[in-house]
């Protein structure tokens, strides 16, 4: 079976309520112009109610999401947002690894783990992130680091378990640089993925997970992109906070 094409919004830490809605209303409406793509749209943690009321409102099946959780269903964690609580407002997918997170906020390949495992107990698709620095591509060292990554936050996972979730191929020297990993790259790396994931489970397995390009993905080069075989789709940051841009991109991994 083909596999549906996913494309994710993250929003990061933009926009303000109105903005939100508005954004979510345009996408909403639009919706039929990437009618054969999986779309989400997850936004900073304070707007996911906003979000997912407007696309109730809207009827729509385009998916809400949200940015990061942590590993406990409740507790005394003061700051974070368990999983239970994400599923409350709607959420059906959650970013998890995202560079940002991992250089920035120190999360490693056992803290991503950990939360896979939560978001999939509380019955949410994690879009599990992976991806080098340009020092460690410069050193020749991706193929080693995306795979320490993969095997990292993918412990213990049953086939099953890995079946259901999607897989998001980020470069950290392409994202917001204006620069993008040539087809050919973000090829080689997905290719890889999903050679891992095979060993993890089985290649039927595989090549049923959905793995997305995430690096300065635009319009303009989002086609070259989606004619790679194993890019699925795209996690797209700037790019996703303008309709006409994410929609775009969209139709490409869509036509």
């Not at 990554?149 to 640089?177: C, N, R």
């Not at 595989?206 to 890019?231: E, F, H, W």
Request: some cysteine; overall charge neutral; charged content about 20%.
């Amino acid at each position: 079976m083909p596999r549906t094409p996913i494309v994710a919004g993250n929003w990061k830490m933009n926009l303000d309520r109105a903005k939100a809605r508005e954004l979510t209303g345009a996408v909403a409406a639009r919706r039929s112009e990437a009618a054969r793509v999986e779309l989400v749209l997850c936004p900073p943690a304070v707007y996911v109610e906003t979000v997912g009321t407007t696309l109730q409102a809207a009827k729509t099946d385009v998916a809400l999401g949200a940015q990061n959780m942590f590993d406990k269903p409740s507790g005394a964690f003061t700051g974070e947002v368990a999983p239970p609580m994400l599923v409350d407002f709607g959420c059906r997918f959650v970013i998890l690894g995202h560079s940002e997170r991992r250089t920035l906020f120190g999360e490693n390949d056992a803290i991503v783990n950990a939360k896979t495992k939560a978001a999939l107990a509380a019955g949410l698709t994690p879009i599990v992130c992976v991806g080098e620095t340009l020092e460690e591509r410069e050193a020749g060292r991706t193929d080693a680091v995306v795979t320490a990554q993969i095997k990292g936050s993918l412990a213990g996972l049953s086939a099953a378990d890995i079946e259901k979730i999607v897989v998001a191929y980020e470069p950290v020297w392409a994202i917001g640089t204006g620069k993008v990993a040539t087809p050919l790259q973000a090829q080689e790396v997905h290719a890889l993925i999903r050679g891992l994931l095979a060993a993890l489970t089985s290649a039927e397995t595989a090549a049923k997970v959905r793995i997305q390009y995430g690096g300065s993905v635009k319009p303009d080069n989002a086609a070259d992109l989606a004619a790679q075989p194993d890019i699925d789709g795209a996690l797209v940051g700037g790019a996703s906070l303008k309709a006409d841009d994410f929609l775009g991109i969209a139709k490409a991994f869509g036509g």
